[in-house]
């Protein structure tokens, strides 16, 4: 990664205030502290699946857990990638403080109080503060800072264990969809806002430099003819 720099890039700060958005669309409707017909009909179908896939689900949301951040920091620290390490560890306090103060702004019940059909597995909480999601704001904010550092199909890694744990969440009964949803936007927020603290690499070759267009290509000829 010879050819990389560090950037501050547009589409961190375009993320950041979408996600803002987002979250705060998701709260204004959650802020009513009911359940919508087409929310609910979401939340049945993923919760109502077979009860076979609960040992799965039940060890997938773990990669939501406060843990995770340190730990992701450590691994980013023995790989001598500082700035991930920084801007994981500062997902972990953005996450702590982002959720508390929309805890404290939007309270919704689980679904346990909410959902009249809901079932709830593996020891999950049935009552207390649902909007947003804990699990999803920590593990959308990490796969937010960790996918500069990765190339190619790898990317999409991180999002897959965005999706599990959101899907994961619903399966076992913890949370709605918006409470997923907006979990998702807040972390996308909050990782939009680490990176642009401490910027990220991109490539040489193609690098995006915030107020910079690219060269026109060349055509190849030397001789100034058409």
């Known amino acids: 990664m010879g050819t990389d720099r560090l950037v501050r890039r547009r589409s961190d700060a375009i993320a950041a205030v979408a996600g803002f958005a987002v979250l705060v669309a998701c709260g204004l409707i959650a ?3 009911t359940v919508g017909a087409a929310e609910r009909s979401v ?9 076979g896939l609960e040992p799965v689900m039940h060890q997938a949301q773990f990669l939501g857990v406060l ?12 790989f001598r990638r500082y700035r991930l390490a920084v801007a994981a560890a500062l997902v972990t306090l ?29 020891g999950t909480a049935t009552e207390g503060v649902s909007f947003v999601s804990g699990h999803v ?3 959308t904010g990490l796969a937010w800072v960790i996918t500069p550092y990765l190339r190619g199909r790898s990317r999409i890694i991180p999002w897959l264990v965005v999706a599990l744990v959101g899907f994961a969440r ?7 969809p918006l409470d997923v949803l907006g979990g998702l936007a807040l972390g996308v927020a909050i990782g939009a806002v680490a990176n642009l603290l401490v910027k990220v690499p991109v490539s040489g070759a193609g690098a995006e430099e915030p107020g910079r ?3 026109a290509p060349s055509s190849g000829r030397s001789d100034g003819g058409p």
């Open 213 to 215: 267009e690219a060269p």
């Open 43 to 51: 939340f049945e179908a993923i919760n109502g699946l077979p009860e």
């Open 67 to 78: 843990a995770i951040g340190p730990l992701v920091a450590l691994v980013a620290l023995a």
């Open 31 to 33: 802020r009513s502290g």
């Open 94 to 122: 953005f996450k702590l403080v982002g959720e508390s103060i929309v805890w404290k702004v939007v309270h919704r019940e689980r679904p346990g109080v909410t959902e009249p059909n809901a079932i709830v597995r593996g």
């Open 137 to 139: 704001v920590l593990v």
């Open 170 to 176: 619903m399966y076992l009964g913890a949370h709605n």
